[in-house]
């Protein structure tokens, strides 16, 4: 935030010659104690109550210290004595800074620099009340005829500095970082190595992640004891920004170290404030937990305790907790950026989408332009914007059977609670040793909606055509499906679907359509491990049936990239076996080491790629070995296109029979072809 500078009118010598009297009360005013100075001069006026100068001093008096509003008054019965005075005309006009009346004190500024333009207190007082309005490229413009007056005058420079600073973060905010950058930069021709710069320089830097960079200024800022502490705590930001979270755990404890030997209260909320974060960065949440009731012991319904106690609930999924928190910070300060950001993104975690709206355009009210609000808004939009999907791929396998396929959907979000799709779905397959051959045509219209936060039912309705040699046949099919966390960090799928076997021409051909019951099931943890389990129960046409386990127990290895490794078994039995028509063993397990990894290859491509190894059993055949792979690049052309190539390979046996192996080769694009979500207009969420 830019300094308000407020310019003190000096009087001259003359006068203060011929005023010796007041002596004092010219030494009070210039050392800022504004009560003395108005009792002083308020006790003179009694014996002389016509001295213009101590009636000038008195309204600056007054003004000063904290009545700018009766100093305002007081001025302007001056001037009905003395109509013209430049003195009195610029301590009335600076009255109003006082009282940060700006816009009022704007038109009397300009006026009096018409009328007095080689004034150097007029030119600087206008120049202040500009850059109070945040005009600060006209501001700056008036300081430097300000200077050109009077070349060697601290306070027009120091007014230069802190205008250079408005400006800058004025750009930073519109992300014009070059911009701000060299604004900033110019600030040193005045004042080599100044600390205000230091610091927006290492801030503007951790914005635009060049975390080096900021590392660098940092240094540079540590002059001293405490200044150093302030920058051991910049540094462990910057680590963290650099995916460097055990060094700036490191870091961030020992600027604990350094600050408890010194004696300064808001330090040592900011070290623990920032240790308290490395702590939660590097997922050690008992320890952070411990660490924060200790310090709201000394430091009870502090915003930065209560933030950080909301920070802790997001990271542990406990978003609820995070919204109470949020909500203490809003009491204590309703502007607060913390507060008012940090609740939208914890309404968000909530899934409570139009709250979390409503809080980001709250904080834009506050802090017009913030990047961090903007790009919030833009992620909720994303979300709800209607999409266009296509994916196409080509399978085979070494059972001679090759397909091609693709599904094109489309989805409309009407609302933050319900949505619906409709897709088509084509495959061709065929047999290059029996010659068979078919095709699947499927039209499918979905429903989705979110009954409460965090509960969502889907229903997806239609029918599937299938054509062999001359015959065809049509079919219903359905799948709904009710998405739940009955819990914190737990998911829970209840399900059903009906479907027709489409995998080859053989079960095309058979028209078997399949009745799934299914559970699906993930427990996460705030250590790592995790736990999914998927139970289905299904019933086919032909009468048989089929009942499958899988269960998977995971560790997650990294964040950044995201690795996870972790043990899969599966377990799946049949009725009967009808094993020249499909694969129906009796029983049939598999267990398997998996990793799957997660990154970003830039900043607009990512990657994925996973792969499992183990042993299956059919029956009681012996064991075998089984190997599955896939990997995807895709990359983000724009924020409303995106191009996702794709290849996967099996030879596990459950995909249709034993010693089978099974390759696809596929390609997704995405594609919002609205710019914005149907509801935003109507919500006015702009």
Request: proline share 3%.
């Amino acid at each position: 935030m830019i300094r308000k500078v407020v310019f003190l009118i000096l009087l001259t010598s003359s006068l203060l010659k011929a005023q010796s009297d007041m002596t004092k009360g010219f030494g009070l005013l210039e050392k800022g104690d504004f009560q003395e100075a108005e009792l002083f001069f308020g006790d003179y006026l009694k014996t002389d109550p016509n001295n213009k100068t101590a009636l000038l001093c008195y309204g600056r008096a007054v003004g000063l210290s904290g009545e700018p509003q009766k100093s305002t008054g007081l001025f302007a019965d001056l001037l009905k004595d003395y109509p013209g005075d430049f003195e009195i005309l610029i301590n009335y006009n600076e009255s109003y800074l006082w009282a940060k009346e700006y816009e009022q004190a704007r038109p009397l500024y300009a006026d009096l620099v018409e009328k007095f333009p080689t004034k150097f207190g007029a030119v600087l007082g206008y120049a202040n009340t500009l850059s109070n309005l945040k005009e600060y490229e006209l501001a700056l413009s008036w300081v430097e005829k300000a200077i050109a007056l009077d070349p060697e005058n601290a306070s027009a420079k120091v007014s230069r500095k802190f205008m250079r600073l408005g400006y800058a973060n004025q750009f930073v905010n519109n992300q014009q970082y070059g911009k701000g950058e060299q604004t900033l930069k110019k600030i040193f021709e005045d004042f080599p190595e100044d600390k205000d710069v230091l610091i927006n320089l290492a801030n503007l830097y951790l914005i635009i992640k060049q975390a080096d960079k900021a590392k660098d200024i940092y240094v540079r800022y540590a002059t001293t004891p405490k200044d150093s502490i302030t920058a051991l705590n910049g540094i462990a930001l910057a680590e963290h920004i650099d995916e460097n979270d055990k060094e700036a755990l490191i870091i961030s404890k020992g600027a604990t170290v350094k600050v408890d030997k010194i004696d300064d209260v808001k330090l040592t909320e900011s070290t623990y404030d920032r240790y308290v974060q490395a702590l939660i960065w590097n997922r050690k949440f008992i320890s952070a937990r411990n660490k924060i009731d200790s310090l709201e012991v000394h430091y009870p319904n502090k915003n930065w305790i209560l933030a950080l106690k909301a920070t802790l609930g997001l990271y542990t999924g406990d978003a609820k907790s995070s919204v109470e928190s949020y909500d203490r910070i809003l009491v204590n300060d309703s502007a607060s950026f913390d507060g008012n950001l940090g609740k939208a993104n914890a309404l968000f975690a909530s899934d409570k989408i139009i709250p979390a709206y409503s809080m980001a355009n709250q904080t834009l009210k506050f802090y017009k332009n913030q990047k961090d609000a903007k790009g919030f808004i833009e992620k909720l939009n994303l979300m709800h914007t209607p999409t266009i999907e296509e994916h196409a791929a080509y399978t085979f396998d070494n059972g001679n059977n090759v397909a091609f396929f693709t599904n094109t959907t489309v989805d409309v979000p009407f609302s933050t609670k319900f949505r619906t799709t409709v897709s088509y779905f084509f495959r061709t397959t065929e047999n290059s040793v029996t010659d068979n051959k078919a095709t699947s045509h499927v039209l499918l219209a979905g429903l989705q909606y979110k009954l409460f936060p965090k509960t969502v039912l889907k229903t997806v309705l239609g029918l599937n055509n299938s054509r062999f040699l001359d015959d065809a046949y049509t079919q219903p099919v359905l799948d709904i499906k009710l998405d739940m966390q009955p819990f914190k960090l737990q998911n829970l799928t209840l399900g059903y679907q009906r479907e027709v076997q489409s995998f080859n021409a053989e079960l095309i051909e058979r028209e078997i359509v399949q009745n799934h019951y299914g559970l699906n099931y993930n427990l996460g943890t705030n250590v790592n491990f995790g736990w999914y389990t998927q139970l289905m129960h299904t019933q086919q046409s032909d009468d048989n049936v089929r009942n499958l386990l899988f269960t998977s127990l995971y560790y997650n290895v990294l964040r950044k990239p995201a690795l996870k490794m972790g043990v899969n078994f599966q377990y799946i039995t049949f009725k009967d076996q009808v094993p020249t028509i499909y694969f129906s063993p009796e029983v049939y397990k598999a267990v398997e080491l998996f990793a799957d990894i997660r990154g970003n290859i830039s900043e607009k491509t990512t990657y994925m790629a996973s792969a499992a190894t183990g042993i299956q059993q059919v029956e009681d055949d012996a064991k075998t070995a089984i190997f599955r792979a896939e990997a995807s690049v895709q990359r983000q052309f724009s924020k409303r296109f995106s191009l996702n190539v794709y290849g996967k390979y099996s030879n596990i046996a459950s995909a249709t029979a034993a010693g089978f192996e099974f390759t696809e080769i596929g390609l997704k694009a995405k594609w919002l072809f609205l710019s914005k979500p149907l509801f935003h207009k109507k919500l006015n969420l702009d």
